[in-house]
């Protein structure tokens, strides 16, 4: 089969790739950066949510399969569905398990979802991802189409995603190998979760590919095996231990650093608070393997990463935040630049405001430069 994914990136788009290689499809990835293409696997530089050039990635054959990874708007979704649709035998959507409500029952693919329960007003004017996901179900729903496929993972992680309610690796592995506390909040720890490996989603997406009884289907691509965060927190700490010969200490918080930053307040709010249990009764039906339990593939996966710990960019602001809970200092030779050391200093004495002014101050320097010279 000829199989285009948009978005090859994640827990679950690089090993779906390879998947589909080693099954003797040929694979057409998009990918903002380069990347050198071998036999069956090509890549296509160039952003998918720009409209020329998917419409070029489009153009070149009818596909058997999209498997599309990208994160739209709702709006930008509705204008690209119709295009989407027609451009092969199979569409598939990859939306998230975060649609749900919280359910005191193991969720199904027909559980209630946030967008028609929630009772936020505030909340229901966005288009933050859960509702956007559950808007563009929708739009495939009342296309006309029958040759879409919607699969919802929940939180997925692999050798470097590993995270930890709404903190990812940076926030908290980071401070555990540099010898400072581990900050968790008790607003998330006891709340279950369904973290499901990256190579199990993209295994069971490999397995509704090109099944026509897959077709105008969703399915739910979940562990059932769920976990309190705090349980996760466990297995993260007694790898560690394994691995290093120490154990990390912990300073439980009433609530997650992350609510100090606006942007992630529903993901806080509407999915990391929430509890989530998963019946995955549907996709065991075309997918019949074992999903690795948490417990296994947790220690399996950070212990591979601490073989070589490799993290992205820190914010510094968060580290403020977490040492001022935590009432531990992070040395200033530790962090790059002036920028990020004034940075840190501010929020660290609870004086952020200050470095906000002095951002504020700083373009309007800037730009009165620009403007001279010009």
């Known amino acids: 089969m000829n199989i285009l994914v948009l978005g090859d990136t994640g827990a679950m788009g690089a090993p779906l790739s390879k998947l589909l290689v080693a099954s003797g499809n040929n694979v057409y990835v998009t990918s903002r950066s380069a990347h050198k293409s071998c036999e069956r696997l090509h890549y296509l530089q160039g952003n ?29 979704f509705d204008r690209r569905a119709r295009l989407l649709l027609q451009s092969t035998k199979q569409y598939i959507f990859i ?15 027909n559980s209630p979802r946030l967008l028609e329960t929630v009772q936020d007003l505030e909340y229901k004017k966005t288009d933050e991802y859960a ?9 495939l729903y ?8 919607i699969v919802r993972p929940s939180v997925t992680y692999n050798t470097y995603r590993l995270q930890l309610g709404a903190l990812e690796k940076e926030n908290w592995l980071y401070r555990a190998l540099k010898g400072r506390c581990i900050v968790f909040s008790n607003d998330i ?9 990256g190579d199990d989603v993209a295994k069971a997406i490999c397995a509704v590919i090109g099944k026509r009884e897959c077709l105008k289907q ?33 300073v439980m918080s009433d609530e997650t650093i992350k609510l100090k930053d606006k942007k992630f307040k529903y993901q806080v709010i509407y999915a990391r608070r929430l509890n989530r249990k998963f019946d995955n009764t549907k996709i065991e039906k075309v997918y019949h393997e074992k999903f690795i339990s948490p417990k296994e593939g947790l220690s399996i996966a950070l212990k591979d990463f601490l073989k070589d710990p490799l993290f992205h960019s820190i914010n510094w602001k ?32 609870q004086v952020g405001w200050i470095f906000k002014a002095s951002q504020g101050l700083w373009h309007r320097l800037k730009n009165i430069h620009n403007f001279m010279i010009l």
């Open 318 to 349: 968060y580290e403020a935040w977490s040492d001022n809970i935590s009432k531990e200092y992070t040395p200033l030779s530790e962090i790059p630049t002036l920028r990020n050391k004034f940075m840190y200093l501010c929020y660290r004495h």
């Open 218 to 250: 969703s399915y739910n691509i979940v562990t059932d095996n769920s976990l309190k965060w705090q349980d996760i927190l466990t297995i993260y700490l007694c790898a560690i231990e394994e691995f290093t010969g120490k154990c990390p200490k912990v």
């Open 48 to 76: 998918a949510k720009d409209e020329i050039f998917l419409k070029a990635c489009l153009s070149r054959m009818h596909y058997d399969a999209i498997v599309d990874f990208m994160s739209y708007s709702t709006n930008q």
């Open 142 to 149: 009342q296309s006309g189409f029958s040759n879409y496929t």
């Open 95 to 109: 939306s998230s398990a975060r649609i749900f409500a919280e359910s005191k029952v193991p969720l199904t693919e």
């Open 131 to 139: 509702l956007a996901k559950a808007r563009q179900e929708d739009i």
């Open 189 to 197: 720890a006891d709340k279950y979760t369904a973290m499901t490996h």
